[in-house]
């Protein structure tokens, strides 16, 4: 077959592979690659058992895979055919040397550059779907630009916004796409060649082009916004635990006034994800580094009020259970860091999980898609961890349960069942303010929800 634009996509993780799936559903013309160095995804993305989950993923794989979407660990080849190069390889907060716990680790992307010129025979266009700091494009052209047959590399930022749970949804009906290039020729016609991709199913007013280092910036910038947006609530829910006012009544009355919208204001346990913390450090870190101090730290408070969130809500729960959870069995429902995904990078529900652990509780662990990896997180330490998929086994003798995770399925469990087979006094800690908690009370339970007044029995 002959395909129109030969595209490649470097880094078969959660943004590259549902973000390549979707355009090869949408662009059938196009040959579209996807590579990575780990060859167990490779072999997991060509298998039944795709590595990750996102809802419709299987689907639109399972429509496009060997048609016009292919994954493959052959990275020499792909980079040679491909005119198009998409990087989403990881970018994680540096754990070493300069900058370590704030700066990304770009070590993978300044790797994929290398290899993008050794393997080139001619000009490309490179988009960067990774999310970079600043002016890192700057320093991508510089490696770029050394390339030993003088080939001219062209590159876009074309930053993902996708939420995990929702990243099929996001992807095909985008609020925006945003293509950040050099105003010169060359720029203006490669961030074209980027826009007709999207054009096949965004409408254009949506297609946004910048410049390159707006594009760049607003990346952080959004995310750091949305972040501030959950600190801003959970601030105000700490408060409210102290004044018996109800955060989502607060939250209700605020998120109507239409400057400020009602989406994003839900408090918990804290925000986690891959992406929220790395990127706020990664702009306060940009900002120190140019000396605007006050920035940075005004930033900064947004990371401190979700590290202080998560602490607070662990104390809450030992305070109230007597101040000790030595051997309490304690069910914690859910671990990913949201619900409707398996991923627990940076979840609160990890935090809890450790914490309790040092408190010597026992824990059972219930979430529908991210027990594997809560394996992982807790290897090592979960001598006393069961992991158990059904909530109601899992809540079995146990002393209190902790809902980590807004799973929809916690909230339509049987709790008059669940409550008689639980140890007395039980508790109830709704770290996401999903459950009805009048019933809870009127069941038995001593309910402890976020930013309202806490419902108990003594
Ligand atoms: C990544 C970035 O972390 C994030 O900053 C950006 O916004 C989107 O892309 P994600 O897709 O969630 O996020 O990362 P991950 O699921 O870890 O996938 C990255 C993939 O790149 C991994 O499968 C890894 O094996 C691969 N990789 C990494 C390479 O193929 N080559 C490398 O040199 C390094
Ligand atoms: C985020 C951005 O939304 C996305 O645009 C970007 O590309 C990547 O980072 P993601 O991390 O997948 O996406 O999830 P998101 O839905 O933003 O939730 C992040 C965290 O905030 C989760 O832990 C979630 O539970 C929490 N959250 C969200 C709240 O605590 N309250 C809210 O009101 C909303």
């Given at each position: 077959m002959n395909f129109g634009k030969n595209i490649l996509c470097i880094g078969a993780g959660y943004v590259g592979g549902p973000t390549m799936a979707v355009i090869a559903m949408k662009c059938p013309e196009y040959k579209i690659t996807v590579v990575d160095t780990n060859e167990d995804r490779i072999k997991a993305w060509n298998s039944n058992h795709l590595p990750i989950f996102e809802p419709r993923l299987e689907e639109i794989v399972g429509q496009t895979r060997g048609v016009n979407l292919f994954f493959s660990t052959d990275i020499k080849n792909s980079i040679k055919e491909a005119e198009i190069i998409f990087v989403s390889v990881n970018t994680p907060t540096k754990t070493f040397g300069y900058g370590a716990g704030m700066a990304s680790d770009l070590q993978y992307w300044e790797k994929t550059a290398y290899q993008i010129i050794e393997n080139s025979e001619d000009p490309k266009i490179i988009v960067e779907k990774s999310t970079l700091p600043v002016k890192k494009a700057q320093a991508m052209e510089r490696i770029l630009k050394e390339s030993k047959n003088h080939l001219h590399f062209e590159v876009i930022s074309n930053p993902e916004f996708l939420a995990e749970g929702s990243a099929i949804r996001d992807l095909i009906e985008p609020d925006r796409v945003l293509i950040g290039s050099h105003q010169t020729e060359s720029g203006l016609k490669a961030a074209i060649e980027i826009v007709d991709i999207y054009a096949h199913w965004v409408p254009r007013e949506k297609i946004i082009t910048t410049n390159l280092w707006s594009s760049e910036l607003s990346k952080l910038v959004a995310n750091a916004f949305l972040a501030q947006r959950i600190s801003s609530i959970n601030s105000v829910s700490a408060l409210c635990e102290k004044t018996e006012a109800d955060v989502s009544e607060i939250a209700y009355a605020v998120g109507t006034d239409s400057r400020i919208g009602s989406k994003f204001l839900n408090a918990s346990l804290g925000f986690g994800g891959s992406c929220f913390k790395k990127d706020i450090l990664n702009l306060v870190y940009i900002a120190r580094n140019y000396g605007l101090t006050e920035v940075a730290d005004y930033w900064e408070m947004v990371i401190k009020i979700n590290e202080y969130q998560q602490e607070r809500f662990v104390r809450n729960i030992i305070k109230a259970m007597f101040n000790t959870v030595v051997d309490k069995k304690i069910a914690i429902f859910g671990f990913a860091f949201k619900a409707n995904t398996g991923d627990t990078r940076e979840s609160p529900g990890k935090y809890v999980a450790k914490k309790l652990l040092e408190e010597r509780a026992i824990l059972s662990i219930t979430d529908s898609q991210a027990l594997d990896n809560a394996r992982l997180d807790l290897a090592g330490m979960d001598g006393n961890v069961i992991y158990e998929t059904d909530p109601f086994k899992a809540a079995i003798d146990a002393s209190a349960i902790v809902v980590v995770t807004e799973w929809e399925i916690f909230k339509y469990l049987d709790y008059e069942r669940i409550f008689e087979k639980m140890k007395k006094p039980a508790f109830i800690f709704?770290?996401?303010?999903?459950?009805n908690h009048q019933q809870l009370f009127k069941i038995g339970f001593n309910v402890y929800p976020i930013g309202k007044p806490s419902l108990t029995h003594f």
């Open positions: 709704d770290g996401r303010n999903i459950l």
